[in-house]
């Protein structure tokens, strides 16, 4: 059992910079966890943004993010992170960190992008980018 409690959300001009963080407690180790970061807009179904594997050396992102949002993890301080630059209007959403045991040497970048993969899941932080 892990939790997760993100923060950094806020309201931010379009192409502004925001980061957020995700605080895990657990009776594991922290780097025993892959962790993503999904969104999920108003009406719209949650949706990948980036994960990092467990020691960090794998990276993955949306297609919508990438160049512009950068994943890391602290294992040190039980922390993931997301930095997001040159944010957009339709970055407007609520932030998820989510975290699985289930990845594995061979996983799969799919693997990684599932909503299915990951089993525990953060209340959520709001991201707001206005035009």
């Known amino acids: 059992q892990v939790q997760l409690v993100e923060s950094g959300g806020g309201l931010v001009q379009a192409g502004g910079s925001l980061r957020l963080s995700c605080a895990a407690s657990s009776g594991r180790t922290f780097s025993s966890y892959a962790m993503a970061w999904f969104r999920q807009a108003p009406g719209k179904e949650r949706e990948f943004v980036a994960a990092?594997?467990?020691?960090?050396?794998?990276?993955y992102y949306a297609d919508s993010v990438k160049g512009r949002f950068t994943i890391s993890r602290d294992n040190a301080k039980n922390t993931v992170y997301l930095q997001m630059n040159s944010l957009k209007p339709e970055d407007t959403a609520d932030y998820y960190c989510?975290?699985?045991?289930?990845?594995?040497?061979?996983?799969?970048?799919?693997?990684?992008?599932?909503?299915?993969?990951?089993?525990?899941w953060g209340q959520g932080t709001q991201v707001t980018v206005s035009s």
């Open positions: 989510a975290a699985t045991l289930a990845i594995y040497r061979t996983s799969s970048e799919t693997h990684y992008k599932r909503t299915s993969t990951y089993d525990y």
């Open positions: 990092i594997s467990r020691g960090g050396t794998s990276t």
